[in-house]
T-cell receptor, first 117, second 112 residues
Framework: DAGVIQSPRHEVTEMGQEVTLRCKPI?????LFWYRQTMMRGLELLIY????????DSGMPEDRFSAKMPNASFSTLKIQPSEPRDSAVYFC???????????????FGEGSRLTVL | RKEVEQDPGPFNVPEGATVAFNCTYS??????FFWYRQDCRKEPKLLMS???SGNEDGRFTAQLNRASQYISLLIRDSKLSDSATYLC?????????????FGTGTQLKVEL
């Protein structure tokens, strides 16, 4: 079975440009999470969705960040305009309805490594 | 204070050694606890859950002390392949639902 698929794997862009990161969760999973990982702050939860509805976006750093989940098989995380401090690895993860957060088992994609110059 | 705190390491140990990692959490309403493993430049993967009574999975033992808000992971007879970063994870109930919060990780290097 295909795992969580993220694109692009790597992106280098200049400050001020728009960045769009994409995620396809595992089929049948109804929770989708966006995390950001840096050396200094570790893995930070940005936002998560349940059945395509945003449940908690308190981790979204500021208005430059937005996330959408138009259907059960696709989500985007957009940064506009991007800044050098946004440089990080962005992970998407999903989990299944029969597992839920209580089991702690999130399935992560391979991540999108973003560098903003 | 961070919600989940870990010693970043690195822990450099010889093959065959026993090594222990600790983790503390600040929210007493935390409900469930886990250890994840992350290899260099890879995604995190669930290693094991942590149960109140303690639990083992082969060479790995996890323990929870709710009174002290403390979680541990013990690795016996460490292998070269155990070299990775170990992330402590806590499930916290918030107003918006449940939230899995990750520590920044403890790096382990197992050497010949």
């Amino acid at each position: 079975d295909a795992g969580v698929i993220q694109s692009p794997r790597h992106e280098v862009t200049e400050m001020g440009q728009e960045v769009t990161l994409r995620c396809k969760p595992i089929s049948g999973h109804d929770y989708l999470f966006w995390y950001r990982q840096t050396m200094m702050r570790g893995l930070e939860l940005l936002i998560y969705f349940n059945n395509n509805v945003p449940i908690d976006d308190s981790g979204m750093p500021e208005d430059r960040f937005s996330a959408k989940m138009p259907n059960a098989s696709f989500s985007t995380l957009k940064i506009q305009p991007s800044e050098p401090r946004d440089s990080a690895v962005y992970f998407c993860a999903s989990t299944a309805p029969d597992r839920g957060l209580g089991t702690g088992e999130l399935f992560f994609g391979e991540g999108s490594r973003l560098t903003v110059l | 204070r961070k919600e989940v705190e870990q010693d970043p390491g690195p822990f450099n140990v010889p093959e065959g050694a026993t090594v222990a990692f600790n983790c503390t959490y600040s929210n007493s309403a935390s409900q469930s606890f886990f250890w994840y493993r992350q290899d260099c430049r890879k995604e995190p993967k669930l290693l094991m859950s942590v149960y109140s009574s303690g639990n083992e999975d082969g060479r790995f033992t996890a323990q929870l002390n709710r009174a002290s808000q403390y979680i541990s992971l013990l690795i016996r007879d460490s292998k070269l392949s155990d070299s990775a970063t170990y992330l402590c994870v806590v499930n916290i109930r918030t107003g918006g639902g449940n939230k899995l919060t990750f520590g920044t990780g403890t790096q382990l290097k197992v050497e010949l």
